[in-house]
């Protein structure tokens, strides 16, 4: 399947990995529209919204959670925002979460200083 999501998890494409399980994989916006934008994306494929399992939802949420505390500590984030496209609105046809740090002030920090601080200890 030409999924570039996919190829992330299959080790095919580099990605800056912030949190991984047996089902669910979160790493760095290549793109990012402020410091530590993440995607969190489910390891199976899955289309959308309207396609997931409310288990893997869960699943998802959870790892939601867990990077929220994270970029609370590491990051000093003020706010996150949670983006989940479909349809014409969805670039990359694999179902993602976007989190979206909120800061009060703005923050300059190189992708791998974002990194150092959001990945697994
Ligand atoms: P969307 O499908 O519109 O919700 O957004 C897709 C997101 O995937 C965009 O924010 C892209 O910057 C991001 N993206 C696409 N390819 C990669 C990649 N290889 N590594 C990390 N992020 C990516």
Request: net charge negative.
């Amino acid at each position: 399947m030409d999924c570039v999501f996919c190829k992330i998890i299959a080790g095919e494409i580099p990605c800056y990995k912030v949190y991984e399980n047996d089902d669910v994989l979160a790493f760095l916006d290549i793109n990012p529209i402020s410091p530590g934008h993440t995607l969190i994306i489910p390891k199976k494929h899955t289309l959308d919204i309207s396609s997931v399992d409310n288990e893997t939802i869960t699943k998802i949420m959870d790892v939601v959670r867990i990077l929220r505390t994270r970029m609370e500590n590491k990051l000093n984030i003020d706010g996150l925002t949670l983006i989940q496209n479909n349809g014409d609105a969805q670039e990359v046809k694999h179902l993602h979460f976007h989190l979206k740090p909120y800061y009060k002030d703005e923050k300059e920090l190189s992708v791998e200083e974002i990194y150092n601080l959001l990945k697994e200890d």
